[in-house]
């Protein structure tokens, strides 16, 4: 993933709109889109296909609970169980969170306890490491 230093500040996004939003001029941009260009120019074809499947496999994982209950497994998902969990810290295992699991349609709210959410969590973090760490020699 291409990124850029600025301000001290590591940046990944390169729309127009958010580099023009950090005060970046139209020169600057221009820099920073062909030095992207140029990075991608380089990473040959089998390592690019590489992290593609890779990015995907993250983008559409899912984990199963010990209740059964699954839950969505993606970077997002993964902040948001987080931020649930660190919400949850002084609950007992047993408070009740309502939560829109990958097994019911979007909105579909389910009484998960923060125990389940906790348990997602590990399961999706410990997944998103696994899938990381693929050795691209196996694929």
Known sequence: MFSY??????????????????????????????????????????????????????????????????????????IRLGNAVIKLMDKPDSHIVPWSTADVDTGVMVECTKAEIVEAHQLATDNFAATWAINQADQ
Do not use: C, W
């Not at 991608?40 to 993250?58: C, L, M, N, T, V």
């Open 5 to 78: 230093l600025h301000n001290g500040t590591t940046h990944t996004d390169v729309s127009k709109a958010y580099m023009e939003k950090l005060g970046l001029d139209g020169d600057a941009i221009e820099g920073l889109l062909n030095q992207k260009e140029y990075e991608e120019s380089q990473e040959p074809p089998h390592i690019a296909s590489f992290k593609a499947k890779r990015q995907a496999s993250i983008d559409a994982a899912t984990v199963v609970i010990a209740s059964g209950k699954s839950f969505d497994a993606n970077e997002r998902s993964i």
